[in-house]
């Protein structure tokens, strides 16, 4: 299903003494984050003054947050951006988009059961599919991901021998 926010990262941090805050990326690349010009705190929407990519994190100045204590008290605050400004190309979606999608075999019509996981791995992720039987699906679209439909709720695959965790 779309979503009208998605969250992509959590102020773990302070940085300096000036009010800089860290944010750790959930699941994008942190240059990701710095694309966007508006940024949701607790659903406010807030412009940072600056932002950059420091090692694996985005280092961000926020108004209003001129020292290290008031940058502590974001300790914990989820960042969220606006679906509508990512600008994704067709087909794409956000890992959270996905979770609960009815999974569908491509070939058969038989439904796997729901996406419950997605599971980052430096190849690729891996989605985990509950239903009578797990199955553990790489997200690699064309070869085992047919298609995604948010509208309709449904993701259809392929499957292989031994996607499922119960086969040897």
Do not use: C
């Not at 659903?43 to 008031?70: C, E, F, I, R, S």
């Not at 890992?95 to 439904?111: C, S």
């Not at 009578?132 to 991901?145: D, H, K, M, S, T």
């Amino acid at each position: 299903m779309k979503l009208e926010f998605i969250e992509v990262g959590q102020i773990v941090n302070a940085h300096g003494i000036r009010g800089e805050v860290r944010v750790q990326p959930l699941g994008q690349d942190p240059a990701f984050l710095t694309r966007f010009k508006t940024l949701y705190l607790n659903g406010k929407p807030v412009q940072p003054t600056a932002n950059h990519v420091h090692k694996n994190l985005v280092l961000l100045k926020l108004p209003g947050v001129d020292d290290m204590n008031a940058a502590l008290a974001l300790k914990g605050t989820r960042v969220s951006i606006r679906r509508d400004d990512a600008h994704l190309g067709e087909g794409e979606a956000f890992d959270q988009e996905l979770l609960g999608l009815t999974v569908k075999n491509a070939d058969t019509g038989e439904t796997l059961g729901e996406l419950t996981t997605v599971t980052p791995y430096p190849a690729h992720k891996v989605y985990t599919v509950q239903g009578q039987r797990e199955y553990l699906i790489p997200a690699v679209p064309g070869v085992f991901i047919q298609s995604v439909d948010l509208e309709a709720n449904v993701m259809e695959v392929h499957v292989w021998e031994g996607m499922a965790s119960d086969e040897n």
